[in-house]
Nanobody
């Protein structure tokens, strides 16, 4: 069973940076795509960033492109989301996600099979 455990959320000010960590366990992720989604109350969960485990290919939502960077450490089975220049509208619960199959060269169409429990990111002045 795949387990995803997020950490690193918190309260920051606009313009600050934050790094989220997702520790993945349970099986080999060689065919997986992992990523981050976020959700605010009353809205659907939305894709933020994804990475193909085998190739390292990444993809981002337009709203975070140039500010957020997703990366992975295959030795540690960990995925990171470095968030820079945070904005008020980045406030959300952030969820780590994993999909067992999918193209290793396009990740924006992720349909996760597994989810973490979420970590809150609040950007407030």
């Amino acid at each position: 069973q795949v387990q995803l455990v997020e950490s690193g959320g918190g309260l920051v000010q606009p313009g600050d940076s934050l790094r989220l960590t997702c520790a993945a366990s349970g099986r080999s992720f060689s065919t997986y795509r992992l990523g981050w989604f976020r959700q605010t109350p009353g809205k659907e969960r939305e894709f933020v960033a994804g990475i193909a485990w085998s190739t390292g290919f990444t993809g981002y939502a337009d709203s975070v492109k140039g500010r957020f960077t997703i990366s992975r450490d295959t030795a540690k089975n960990t995925v990171y989301l470095q968030m820079n220049s945070l904005k008020l509208e980045d406030t959300a619960a952030y969820f780590c996600a994993a999909q067992s199959l999918g193209s290793p060269y396009y990740v924006r169409d992720m349909r996760p099979d597994y989810w973490g429990q979420g970590t809150q990111v609040t950007v407030s002045s």
